[in-house]
């Protein structure tokens, strides 16, 4: 990966600089008459950054907005049950509803990138990869047999290939914003996926997009990245990827409902919370109630994560932005009322 130490936004430097010469905006902040040529640098420096107007440096602190989309996404799809939750029409909706709102144009548009396999061997079993690759060719019959061994899941002609899309997208997304080519990103991706596992396919998901990326990123030279997962399941999946690396906080918001909620797991209770190093580093909001409004929302983002984020101070952020928690979403059952209204603007 590419320069991944450059992204300290240019106001932070300069604020850096300043606090250690002097304050900004001054004529003449030394005694010149004795100034050595060190001085006489800090001056010239002090002066051109005096210059910089504030539509400047927010034009130097924001590069703009990534923005990731294919059409082979929507190509994915369960072929013995055109009705299943998960279809094409929930991301077609999502690109049509930001057409609408003008969020697309105003984004900067990243090509989608496929992930190679030696990347996904990080956190998959190569016997999975290499099944995933099988389904392309299979038939009809063999991928509704094969998709029943696991717990929903379901596979196309098209899905591995939208799978390697989807996951090198998210990893090159992730790569871009730490290299600061932009600000932040959204990577409109199908499959999903959170409840990927190293050797299973599970919940909709085929390859754990966010732990791939993550893992991607760690190898590169971070070693603090917060994943948040505001979808409304439990992204089990992330969990047992990171549960014993310190260099990963993984924050999960689920409905749990005392385990009843699917995927019913007792992992997924408030009480996991990361083993051997990993030990504080998983935190699960399990939520046993369905009917949560915003306020609901805003208390667990200002008691729980914003106080734990500050401490741990991430050097990115991940979210695993499954929008079935919104409200409208069957599975949700109003679990987050109006959560997106409040998401950062992306
Ligand atoms: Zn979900």
């Known amino acids: ?25 001054t004529e003449t902040p030394y005694d010149t008459d004795s100034s050595t040529d060190s001085d006489d640098e800090d001056y010239v420096l002090l002066k051109k950054l005096a210059s910089v107007t504030f539509e400047d440096r927010l034009k130097d602190l924001y590069s703009g907005t990534g923005f990731t989309y294919s059409d082979l996404f929507a190509q994915h799809k369960c072929e013995w049950a055109p009705d299943h939750p998960e279809n094409p029409q929930r991301i077609l909706e999502s690109l049509r509803r930001c057409k609408e709102l003008g969020l697309i144009e105003r984004c900067k548009p990243i090509d989608a990138t496929y992930t190679g396999v030696d990347t996904l061997l990080t956190k998959h079993s190569r016997e999975l990869v290499e099944l995933a690759e099988a389904t392309a060719t299979m038939t009809y019959k063999e991928r509704m047999q094969l998709s029943e061994k696991y717990d929903s899941w379901f596979c196309n002609e098209v899905t591995y ?58 190898d590169g030279g971070l070693d603090k990245i917060l994943i948040l997962d505001w979808d409304v399941h439990h992204g089990q999946g992330v969990q047992r990827m990171f549960y014993e690396d310190p260099r990963v906080l993984y924050i999960s918001i689920h409905r749990y409902e005392h385990g009843l909620f699917w995927p019913n797991l007792r992992e997924s209770d408030y009480d ?75």
């Open 272 to 346: 996991h919370i990361g083993q051997d190093k990993g030990k504080g580093f998983n935190v699960n909001i399990p939520l046993n109630q369905i009917g949560m409004k915003d306020a609901d929302y805003l208390s667990i983002l200002h008691q729980l994560i914003l106080p734990l984020t500050y401490e741990f101070c991430p050097q990115l952020i991940l979210i695993s932005s499954g929008y079935d928690a919104a409200v409208g979403c069957p599975e949700s059952n109003n679990f987050l009322f109006h959560m997106f209204s409040l998401a950062p603007n992306l």
């Open 161 to 218: 290939e939208a799978a390697l899309a989807s996951c090198g997208s998210v990893i090159n997304m992730a790569k871009l914003i730490v290299q600061g080519s932009v600000t932040n990103g959204f990577a409109m991706v199908r499959p999903p996926g959170h409840h990927g596992m190293e050797n299973e396919f599970n919940g909709y998901c085929t390859f754990n997009n966010v732990a791939v990326a993550t893992q991607v990123l760690l």
């Open 1 to 25: 990966m590419a320069d991944q130490q450059a992204h300290e936004p240019a106001a932070e430097r300069d604020s850096h600089e300043t606090e250690s010469s002097g304050p900004v905006g």
